[in-house]
């Protein structure tokens, strides 16, 4: 039998009665390490023991060292039989090497058995009077970036072996935490002649000079802290609730839908502007219609943030099958593309090019979606020949307005100017120029040169009203010079 026991967190008070009979008791001790307080008692009753610190230094990582040194117990028990593997704390409270230890017993027939012990965390919450039942989040300071911190519970990290590792845990808490959040450093706790607990402000953490591998650090529930997206959902329920706003609580999924296109407008004009500030602040903008939408959607009972993001999560992985599922290696984006609207064609389950057409959104701007219908008919070979094609098309299409201005067939008119700027996007389209931004630029620059047209009217006292239309052209002409 492999017996596995807990050194407890330090004082040789938490050692547990059964852990001291079965290291008196038995000649083949080995620890993980003889780095630990309790081990000085150990060697005051004169209890013989191997270590593996030695193993530390001839590895890379330490998921190579838990494994190494499972795989050596199994084989000294091979050879000596029954024996006993001890290791910091409780066996089972961040002990990689323990489980590693258990997966080999089982898969080998091994018996084990594990002894209760005290852990670090009792030790905590005696130091720190913690009551576990308000939550508590124990997270290994090596593991930290695959955890999700929640201000909400009280959270113990361990393992702050080194200053190093304490910058690594504070850049990790500084994303959910504000910087002068107050944290207790608690080193060699409840070791008598040892303990250190102090609080102290997040940013200083691997400042400690007392830094070693008995550091733990406690961030303690903050509610007010730094604001997360539970707390926008907080806000939303508010707003929407019984004493919340009567704007707010009258909004439906339609009243909410030029709002949802003025936000990305205004995210897109932030990106050309090359304005960070702004687009922190208009994304935010177009994330709280999305938590907007959600709130009305559960206040209806068919679907709630949960469902949103599940449903995005879902194809997102679906959709990049190269990345998630080890399929076919993508080597370009142009590849990840076709790829993309393969699966989305399967998805939505269409089965012509027309359907594919049909399922480009009529709420895109008419100008991008123009040039998606173009784009699907290209891909069946229905496309100009040439850019001399597409203006010549241009041309005829621009006739046909000519031909029928005059007329009061308003169904006519509107027919042929749809059909003059569909051919214009096509120009586009083949100059691979993006028709929005294009037409934007020349939005604002129609703007600066008649803010030129209303300064010059200005300086000479004349209304614009009262401009004639010769004279607003020639200031119209020496805008386009000073361009």
Known sequence: MIKIVGLGPGAKEALTVGTIIELENNKNIFLRTEKHPTVDYLEEKNIKF??????????????????????????????LGDLVYAVPGHPLVAEKSVFNLINLCKKNNIEYKVMPAVSFIDAMMEALMIDPIEGLKVIDA???????????????????????IASEVKLKLLEQYNDETEIYFVRAARIQGQESIRVIPLFELDMQEDID??????????????????????????????????????????????????????????????????????LGDVLLQVVFHASIGKEDGYFDIGDIIEGIC??????????????????????????????????????????????ITKGLPSLLRAHKIQQKAKKVGFDFEDLNSVINKVKEELEEVIDVYNTKNMEKIKEEVGD????????????????????????????????????????????????????????????????
């Open 50 to 79: 191997g270590t593996y610190d030695n193993v530390y230094e001839s590895m890379d990582s330490f998921d190579e060292v838990y494994l190494s040194i499972a795989n050596d117990l199994i084989e000294k028990h091979k050879k």
């Open 420 to 483: 003059l700027l569909f051919s214009c996007v096509n120009v586009a389209r083949f100059l691979n120029i993006d028709e929005e931004i294009a037409l934007n630029f020349t939005a604002d620059k129609f703007i600066k040169r008649f803010d030129y047209i209303e300064r010059m009217a200005k300086e000479k006292g004349i209304k614009l009203v009262d401009m004639k239309l010769n004279e607003m052209d020639k200031l119209w002409v020496e805008s386009k010079k000073l361009d």
């Open 314 to 359: 879902n194809k997102m992985i679906s959709r990049h099958p190269h990345v998630f599922r080890n399929s076919n290696k993508i080597d370009s984006s142009e590849e990840v593309i076709e790829k993309w609207e393969d699966l989305k064609k399967k998805e939505k389950g269409y089965e012509s090019l027309t359907e594919e057409m049909n399922g």
């Open 213 to 282: 591998y008995l550091t733990s650090i406690y961030i303690p529930k903050d509610l007010n802290n730094k604001r997360d997206f539970n707390d926008l959902l907080d806000i939303i329920e508010v707003l929407r609730g019984e004493n919340g706003c009567p704007w707010d609580r009258e909004q439906t999924h339609k009243s909410l839908e030029k709002a949802l296109v003025e936000e990305s407008y205004e995210v897109i004009d932030a990106i050309e502007k090359d304005d960070d500030n702004s687009l922190i602040e208009e």
């Open 142 to 164: 090596f593991d930290i970036n695959n955890q999700v911190l929640d201000k909400r519970i009280g959270t113990i990290i361990t393992q702050v072996y080194n200053p190093l």
